[in-house]
């Protein structure tokens, strides 16, 4: 039974691209009591087919325009492919809906600022699917450095690798490397002040197949990122190294995602032993559970409902797409150190 109060109307949700990830956006917004999933929207007949099995009491079509047309629709969640995000998300805004875009927002950044300017203008709600924002483990270790239990942070580094999917679209540093920028800009709280990227095209001609990135922050400190779909691995690891203590988050890990090593250097008076290391124990702390991606879909509801801003807002993506476009120059140029303004 659901648990929705009597006055509070369930939201009426559309989800545009139902594939690989959209089916799973389509499940959480026909399940959120806070939303009513009004109408889906693909382009491939079979998975129209599928999707109208699935929820016979939503509309299915092929008609974006008919989508935005519809009174009953009042939020439009996009996961099409990331060179439409721009053209669908300003349609959508446009319609006066409030949009949720998967990640990254767009792929030119004058198209993420249009889109920001406009959500604002219109006072509707941009959201961009951070996903990893909304991770329990995340958000355990940025409060940890939000108390400052692991000291002064000095730097970061994220591996996401695995063998697949190739995209044709898009490279790695675009398809894989937001999440791992997002979450890096979401602990320091800070955007970079500069960004240096190496890559190497493999598989398809100008379409980088592995990156490997530094970002640099205005207080000293660091975060790499290596990404590839080319990779005898599967690894999704966030490793935190800190004055006092040093976090590992491996999503990887069925249950123990987090690692707390009690380890780091401190400088003393000794001109003998000037640095000594300090090894103690290591904490798998108890984290929450839950889907992050359900809990996702329900702030996106909950920030429309109570007219509040989006943790993973259009400036939050507006910050991954600067960094992902400096890195991309960087790209051209060899790996030459690419200054955000």
Same mark, same amino acid.
């Given at each position: 039974?659901? &648990?929705?109060?009597?006055?509070?109307?369930?939201? $009426?949700?559309?989800? #545009?691209?139902?594939?690989?990830?959209?089916?799973?956006?389509?499940?959480?917004?026909?399940?959120?009591?806070?939303?009513?999933?009004?109408?889906?929207?693909?382009?491939?007949?079979? !998975? +129209?087919? =599928?999707?109208?099995?699935?929820?016979?009491?939503? !509309?299915?079509?092929?008609?974006? %325009?008919?989508?935005?047309?519809?009174?009953? #629709? %009042?939020?439009?969640?996009?996961?099409?492919?990331?060179?439409?995000?721009?053209?669908?998300? *300003?349609?959508?805004?446009?319609?006066?809906?409030?949009?949720? #875009?998967? *990640?990254?927002?767009?792929?030119?950044?004058?198209?993420?600022?249009?889109?920001?300017?406009?959500?604002? =203008?219109?006072?509707?709600?941009?959201?961009? /699917?951070?996903?990893?924002?909304?991770?329990?483990?995340?958000?355990?270790? +940025?409060?940890?450095?939000?108390?400052?239990?692991? /000291?002064? &942070?000095?730097?970061?580094?994220?591996?996401?690798?695995?063998? /697949?999917?190739?995209?044709?679209?898009?490279?790695?540093?675009?398809?894989?490397?937001?999440?791992?920028? =997002?979450?890096?800009?979401?602990?320091?709280?800070?955007?970079?002040?500069?960004?240096?990227?190496? $890559?190497?095209?493999?598989?398809?001609?100008?379409? %980088?197949?592995?990156?490997?990135? !530094?970002?640099?922050?205005?207080?000293?400190?660091?975060?790499?990122?290596?990404?590839?779909?080319?990779?005898?691995?599967?690894?999704?690891?966030?490793?935190?190294?800190?004055?006092?203590?040093?976090?590992?988050?491996?999503?990887?890990?069925?249950?123990?995602? #987090?690692?707390?090593?009690?380890? /780091?250097?401190?400088?003393?008076?000794?001109?003998?032993? @000037?640095? !000594?290391?300090?090894?103690?124990?290591?904490?798998? @702390?108890?984290?929450? $559970?839950?889907?992050?991606?359900?809990? %996702?879909?329900?702030?996106?509801?909950?920030?429309?409902?109570?007219?509040?801003?989006? +943790?993973?807002?259009?400036?939050? $993506?507006?910050?991954?797409?600067?960094?992902?476009?400096?890195? =991309?120059?960087?790209? *051209?140029?060899?790996? *030459?150190?690419?200054?955000?303004?």
């Amino acid at each position: 039974m659901s &648990s929705q109060p009597p006055d509070r109307n369930p939201i $009426g949700t559309a989800v #545009v691209g139902v594939g690989n990830w959209g089916k799973n956006l389509a499940r959480n917004f026909h399940q959120l009591d806070g939303a009513h999933l009004e109408t889906i929207c693909d382009l491939n007949p079979a !998975t +129209r087919s =599928s999707m109208a099995l699935l929820y016979p009491e939503a !509309t299915v079509t092929d008609d974006y %325009e008919a989508v935005l047309a519809s009174p009953a #629709v %009042e939020c439009v969640v996009l996961a099409v492919d990331a060179p439409l995000h721009y053209k669908f998300a *300003k349609a959508a805004l446009n319609a006066g809906k409030h949009v949720y #875009v998967e *990640k990254p927002l767009t792929l030119h950044r004058a198209e993420a600022e249009e889109l920001v300017e406009l959500a604002d =203008s219109i006072d509707r709600k941009l959201m961009v /699917g951070h996903l990893l924002e909304y991770h329990p483990a995340v958000n355990y270790i +940025r409060d940890m450095i939000l108390k400052g239990d692991v /000291g002064a &942070s000095h730097y970061l580094y994220f591996q996401r690798l695995n063998l /697949g999917i190739v995209r044709k679209e898009e490279n790695a540093w675009w398809s894989l490397a937001p999440h791992d920028i =997002s979450m890096a800009c979401y602990f320091f709280d800070a955007t970079p002040i500069s960004v240096s990227a190496n $890559g190497q095209c493999y598989l398809q001609p100008g379409i %980088e197949d592995v990156v490997f990135a !530094t970002l640099k922050f205005a207080d000293g400190r660091m975060a790499h990122i290596h990404v590839s779909w080319l990779d005898p691995h599967k690894i999704r690891k966030v490793t935190l190294v800190g004055s006092q203590k040093m976090v590992v988050f491996d999503d990887m890990e069925g249950a123990e995602k #987090v690692r707390i090593y009690d380890k /780091g250097a401190e400088i003393v008076q000794d001109y003998s032993a @000037p640095i !000594t290391l300090r090894t103690g124990d290591i904490v798998i @702390p108890r984290v929450s $559970g839950g889907e992050p991606l359900r809990t %996702e879909c329900q702030h996106f509801l909950d920030c429309i409902r109570n007219d509040e801003t989006p +943790r993973s807002d259009g400036r939050d $993506g507006l910050r991954v797409v600067e960094v992902l476009a400096a890195g =991309s120059e960087s790209l *051209k140029q060899n790996g *030459k150190l690419i200054e955000l303004q």
